[in-house]
């Protein structure tokens, strides 16, 4: 319920507004529930006396049934009698057990008043302080905690359990359990059966289990739709679980629920589906807060809780302390008038806004709507049950553990399905009597089958065991959608969860695998990277939990050719005629026409046409590449009955881009596809919502508008460049041109931005770039930065060489020498090395002479001439400048005797050309000479001393050579 906290009354009595005042009255039922809701925020039973005085209000102001707090938030106002669940309360005495005593004296005395058990089932601590007592649920068991998204566990009005936590919920099963088992209350009441806010439910468990079951990561957002339905369950599991159970303990056991009084906000922010559970009879009672003093609000919520009561009842809860006595006993006639068969007070401790005046308010509503006493109207299925319950666990036979997400077949008129809850626990309600077969099995396990007889008023308990699963899956449905040049989705089903893997390749021994290990009954896996236009091999693979593996025989599909990707057509009429299925079609206020466009692409028969009204067609198509862009056809047949002036408005949903309205239903363009826009999924998105309403303009029998075929054709993305051939290195002569080409792909315009040594060059912006008069201070690093609106990419660097052509720095020098000298002619190159030589004599190469020098030794006058040399390296060649060598005769030596021993001794001293050979000779006759010396003159003059004359006693001539 809501604002049950003393200081939120006091909130409620400051902004109280006026509203209902005191309506008309209206009749009694025969028999009506007239209840109370009695809290535990104060003054109401926490003592003896407060017991004996609520008994004698309820007599006195003709209150039939009270409903008693007996669990706070997470403490027990009765005596426990179990360790390991809700302590004792720290408002009471210890040893006083509130329940008892309400029970005593409701029963002891006359009338008799019923008392309901009211528990808060979720929200277990207000406070920002720990509760004092250790075994407090939030002391002994944190970890049970909901939290929000952003992990905090402090929610709405407080601490609340999780339901998604299997351990808190039992918690709970145990804490309802021991209630009804111990205690004879005339019924069993629910409160906070809910998760508190939308931002809920992130309990690290809780998300684990969520995840393990749908294949997910991460965290859900607080809005996701699937989510959402998994929270819900499991307030519904756990509500049909234990309200079975606690009907195996007492039958006869009344059991309600305090819900949100509006089904709307219960159903898609508490996640709490009270009207799901009226119509699957889990509740006997349900009671709606309407807890308002506007009066149209009132009305409409009474009248909506009116119109879901289900097979069970509801009893319309009535907020009396924000309101007026007069506008409470407003809203209580709205509601007898409706006709409920009851409602309840909240509270009282505070019956009205304002002052509280309890004897006042509650005696002011006595005399003007309940004035005598009338008792509880008996309940049907209780006192008379012509149906039956069906529970009971589901666990494997290997080891006994609980199968969550077992389902269970009955087979009656219709058949009924249920999956267990993470205690295996199931039950079927309003079971009509009869022999029924129950059919019992999971994911990862066999199947198994027994035969029920249901009686009515029966409670059957039934346990089923699973043996292991001793059959692989079987694969059906293989085929492809999404096509692309590059890359397929592969689909298949299964009968049992089974992971997922494709062998594919261009062969039969396929030679690649994708494979998902999430186990689904739905199986979708997409190949990428594929070759255009190619034809590919492929199986699927499906392997249960167990290990048995199922395998598809060989298939084939063929890639698109490069870039195309298969447009996707949805027509709103098949071949044979019948409406297409939702998705990808539905409409409403369209009926089906024999007009048909004949644009390319259409194969169904007739198309679909409305003449008054607001008519809308929905669009749901599979889309072959998530998040991809489309351009969105729409046509039709010609026909002089289309509307001339018709607006259509378009709507999107998980996608952007069309326009809000648009023109093209009218009749010109008809049997052509007209461009209605370019659309954008979003991230993610395959499976965009487009919805078709007529806007405006004139419908009527020869004004309609048609719904006939919708073409989605994919815009592939911008793409960035890519080099294809990246720039090449260039070696050229010094001064000629060096050009630099890229071969690019990728969307245009492009644009190009050339570099040398990593700088940008001045006005380099074309495809390609000439570096002109190519210099030796041009070689270096040369790339491009090539650019479009999506994107960038650089080259690989290419390296200009420049070949510089040899040249002389220093000429070969004319030369003139003695004959006999050595002459010696030398060149200086530069340019690019390595140089070769060839020297040449007159004009005629000289074989051997390749080197930079050439040297002549012991010239004579036939080496007189003229001498150059070619110098070649890889860039080209050159010719010096002809040097001349002149060989002269030598000056004739001059040999003087110089000095005549005493021994006979003689020195001589020769004058020459230094550096020339010489030989000094001797002869005793002038005719018979013999060489002295001989060598290369050094000095000039140069001494020689002849010993040998020493033994000669005749005479000696001496002569020189040069």
């Not at 004996?52 to 106002?77: E, H, K, P």
């Amino acid at each position: 319920m809501l604002f049950r906290h003393p200081l939120l009354h006091a909130v409620g009595r400051f902004l109280c507004l006026a509203g209902l005042v005191c309506g008309w009255p209206v009749a009694a039922q025969a028999n009506e529930m007239r209840a109370v809701w009695v809290d535990a925020w104060g003054t109401g039973f926490l003592n003896a006396s407060q017991v004996t005085q609520l008994i004698a209000d309820c007599r006195t102001y003709n209150y039939n049934a009270i409903i008693v707090q007996m669990r706070r938030r997470g403490d027990a106002f009765y005596t426990p009698g179990i360790s390991g669940n809700d302590p004792k309360t720290t408002a009471i005495a210890s040893n006083f057990d509130a329940l008892q005593d309400i029970l005593n004296k409701a029963r002891s005395g006359s009338p008799r008043i019923e008392v309901h058990c009211w528990v808060t089932t979720h929200v277990i601590w207000s406070s920002t302080s720990p509760p004092s007592q250790p075994g407090h649920v939030f002391n002994l068991r944190p970890e049970y905690l909901m939290r929000d998204a952003a992990g905090a566990t402090y929610l709405a009005e407080g601490y609340y359990l999780d339901p998604g936590h299997p351990d808190a919920t039992l918690w709970n099963y145990i804490m309802a359990t021991n209630i009804v088992r111990r205690y004879d209350v005339d019924g069993f009441h629910w409160d906070y059966i809910r998760y508190p806010q939308q931002d809920s439910g992130y309990n690290p468990t809780a998300i684990a289990r969520y995840n393990t079951e749908f294949g997910r990561t991460g965290q859900p957002s607080p809005a996701d739709a699937q989510f959402a339905d998994w929270r819900r369950r499991q307030v519904t599991d756990f509500l049909r679980w234990v309200n079975s159970d606690l009907l195996a303990i007492r039958s006869n056991l009344v059991i309600s629920a305090a819900v949100f009084g509006s089904r709307t906000d219960a159903f898609n922010a508490r996640f709490q589906d009270w009207a799901a559970w009226n119509n699957e009879g889990l509740l006997d009672i349900c009671m709606p807060m309407g807890y308002t003093s506007d009066s149209g609000i009132f009305q409409a919520r009474v009248d909506d809780a009116f119109n879901h009561q289900g097979v069970r009842r509801v009893y319309q809860g009535q907020g009396a302390y924000l309101n007026t006595k007069e506008n409470t006993l407003s809203q209580l006639n709205y509601i007898r008038s409706k006709p409920f068969l009851g409602s309840v007070l909240y509270s009282y401790r505070v019956p009205n806004s304002g002052t509280v005046d309890r004897a006042g308010t509650l005696a002011y509503l006595r005399d003007n709507f309940q004035p005598t006493w009338v008792d509880v109207p008996a309940i049907p299925w209780k006192a008379s049950p012509t149906k039956g319950i069906v529970r009971g666990t589901v666990t494997r036979q290997l080891g006994g553990a609980p199968v969550y997400n077992a389902t269970l077949t009955i087979n009656t008129a219709p058949g009924r399905t249920q999956r267990t809850e993470p205690h295996g626990k199931f039950a079927f309600f309003e079971t009509p009597p009869g022999n029924y077969t129950l059919t019992a099995t999971a994911a990862d396990l066999g199947v198994v089958t027994t035969n029920l007889t249901v009686t009515a008023g029966m409670n059957l308990a039934v346990s089923l065991a699973l043996p292991p699963d001793n059959t692989p899956p079987v694969i059906s449905s293989v085929g492809i959608s999404n096509l692309t040049d590059t890359s397929v989705i592969i689909r298949w089903t299964t009968d049992e969860n089974a992971n997922s893997a494709v062998d594919y390749g261009p062969t039969i021994a396929y030679g690649n695998t994708v494979s998902n290990a999430t186990l689904t009954l739905n199986h979708a896996i997409g190949l990428s990277g594929l070759t255009p236009n190619t034809t590919y091999h492929y199986r699927v693979c499906s392997r249960n939990v167990t290990g048995l593996q199922a395998t598809s025989g060989n298939l084939t599909f063929k890639s698109n050719p490069p870039g195309v990707v298969n447009d996707v057509i949805v027509e709103s009429r098949l071949p044979g005629g019948g409406l297409n299925a939702n998705p990808p079609y539905a409409d409403s206020g369209f009926l089906d026409s024999t007009l048909k466009s004949t644009a390319a692409g259409l194969n169904g028969t007739g198309s679909r046409y409305a003449s008054s009204g607001t008519p809308s067609f929905t669009i749901r198509p599979t889309l072959p590449v998530a998040g991809g862009t489309y351009d969105v056809y729409l046509t039709h047949g010609s026909a002089a009955s289309i509307s001339d002036d018709i607006v259509v408005a378009v709507g999107q949903n998980g996608c952007t881009g069309l326009p809000a309205s648009t023109t093209i239903f009218r009749e010109p363009g008809g049997n052509t596809w007209e461009l209605l826009g370019r659309m954008t999924a979003n991230s993610g998105v395959t499976v965009p919502t487009l919805t078709f309403t007529r806007s405006s303009g004139v419908l009527g029998g020869s004004s309609r508008m048609y719904s006939d075929g919708i073409k989605f054709v994919f815009v592939p993305p911008p793409q960035p460049p890519a080099i294809t051939n990246q720039p090449s290195d260039l070696v050229v002569n010094q001064g000629a041109n060096a050009t630099f080409n890229v071969g690019v792909t990728g969307d245009m315009p492009l644009s190009y931005q050339w570099r040398f040594a990593g700088l940008n060059l001045t006005g380099a912006t074309g495809s390609s770039y000439t570096r002109l008069n190519a210099q030796p201070v041009h070689e270096g690093e040369y790339s491009v930065v090539v650019t479009n609106a999506a994107g960038s990419v650089t080259s690989s660097i290419a390296l200009l060489t420049v070949r510089v052509p040899p040249s002389l720095a220093e000429q070969p020098q004319s030369q003139s020498v003695f004959a006999g000298g050595d002459a010696t002619f030398f060149v200086t190159a530069e340019g690019t090395e390595p140089f070769s030589y060839q020297w040449r004599f007159n004009g005629v190469n000289i074989p051997g002479a390749t080197e930079s020098s050439y040297p002549l030794i012991n010239v004579q006058t036939n080496n007189a001439g003229s001498y150059s040399v070619v110098v070649t390296n890889i860039a080209g060649n050159v010719t010096s400048s002809n040097a001349l060598l002149t060989v002269t005769p030598p000056p004739a030596p001059v040999l003087e005797v110089t000095s005549l021993f005493p021994n006979r001794r003689v020195q001589l001293s020769l004058s020459g050309e230094v550096g020339l050979p010489f030989a000094i000779d001797a002869s005793s006759n002038l005719t018979a000479w013999f060489e002295l010396w001989s060598g290369v003159l050094t000095n000039s003059p140069s001494d020689f001393v002849d010993d040998s004359a020493l033994t000669n006693a005749g005479p000696r001539f001496y002569r020189a050579r040069q």
